[in-house]
């Protein structure tokens, strides 16, 4: 399509070429004497009553979608507030989505929470790229949130042996099967025996304290699934 400045009343301009385009980006539009119509009220050309003297090119802008990626990430209790743990996964949703951009337009390849401990989080960061030249059509904006579970944790009292001296004889402590580097546990009961015998070690979540190397308690980041 095109206007004209002059053009007599009940009389028709039209175009008989036009410009398309798909990505994101400027597409002129040049027209010239050939690609222009003119006609009256009953379709008879009056393009020989004109002189054409300028044409002032056109042009179709096409801006680029905008889409909001909202990436959530999941991992269990490491002990980092990083994405590096194997059991870190996330899952993305479009809360503005542009037509054809999809999970393998993008990757994350950061995403760092706001606390190490077990928690939902809605103040994590992260760093995401954009792939297959996705940042030509597509203006977006990534947020980040995520949540990090408790790890499961089998705890083993410690056995001992001694022999009868008449003394009291004490045992203490546990192992974990799967304990976070850098967190300690501890027992906070023991067992006694003067003696011969056995004495059974028996110990339950109340006896049991897990630390990090700063000493706050790392508790409630482990699920203690079995003594």
Not at 19 to 42: E, H, K, P, Q, R
Not at 45 to 69: D, E, Q
Not at 114 to 132: E, I
């Amino acid at each position: 399509g095109a206007t004209a400045d002059n053009l007599v009343a009940g009389d028709t301009l039209a175009t008989t070429t036009q410009v398309s385009g798909t990505n994101a980006g400027t597409y002129d539009y040049v027209l010239d004497a050939n690609d222009i119509v003119i006609t009256d009220a009953d379709g008879n050309s009056m393009i020989g009553n004109y002189n054409l003297v300028g044409f002032t090119a056109g042009a179709l802008n096409i801006a680029k979608a905008a889409v909001t990626v909202d990436v959530n990430g999941s991992k269990i209790y490491d002990g980092t507030t990083a994405m590096g743990d194997s059991t870190f996964t996330y899952g993305v949703t479009y809360t503005n989505g542009g037509a054809g951009f999809d999970n393998a337009m993008f990757e994350v390849t950061d995403f760092v929470y706001s606390s190490k401990n077990v928690h939902t989080d809605q103040n994590a960061t992260g760093t995401a790229g954009l792939l297959n030249n996705a940042g030509n059509n597509f203006e977006v904006t990534f947020n980040y949130s995520g949540s990090i579970t408790a790890r499961d944790l089998n705890i083993t009292a410690n056995s001992g042996s001694a022999v009868y001296n008449g003394n009291v004889h004490t045992l203490s402590g546990a192992t974990a099967d799967n304990l976070v580097a850098g967190d300690t546990l501890a027992a906070l009961t023991s067992v006694t025996g003067t003696n011969a015998g056995t004495y059974d070690y028996i110990l339950d979540a109340d006896s049991i304290t897990i630390t990090d190397a700063d000493g706050n308690s790392m508790l409630g980041n482990y699920n203690l699934v079995g003594f």
